[in-house]
């Protein structure tokens, strides 16, 4: 059973935006540093932003920077990744992951303790 839940993911076109959802099914996401990761065919997975749980502070990947806003809302228990000027290249599955480090620890999977089933993000050109 996973305690991470990821919405939002579609067919969009480039240009387009799309906001992906990480909601926690009984599990609280205001406690974890919560990254968000991708993976597209062929590729290894990436970091791609991340929110830490101490001071809600984020970083982001070169390649979305500027682009990709990352925020969480503990009423709702859940992360947002607003995504914006969507290109092809960021078609992949989307994956938050969950790390009880109080600041973000970077992007090496085992860091993080619980991970999502995934969403696909397509960008179409």
């Known amino acids: 059973q996973s305690h991470l839940v990821e919405s939002g993911g579609n067919l969009v076109q480039s240009g387009g935006s799309l906001r992906l959802s990480c909601a926690g099914s009984?599990?609280?996401?205001?406690?974890?540093?919560i990254s968000w990761f991708r993976q597209a065919p062929g590729k290894e997975r990436e970091g791609v932003s991340c929110i830490s749980a101490k001071s809600g502070s984020t970083g982001y990947a070169d390649s979305v920077e500027g682009r990709f806003t990352i925020s969480r809302d503990n009423a709702k228990n859940a992360v947002y990744l607003e995504m914006n000027s969507l290109k092809p290249e960021d078609t992949a599955v989307y994956y938050c992951a969950a790390t009880t480090a109080p600041y973000c620890p970077g992007y090496a999977a085992g860091l993080y303790h619980f991970w999502g089933q995934g969403t696909q993000v397509t960008v179409s050109s």
């Open positions: 009984e599990f609280t996401l205001g406690l974890y540093s």
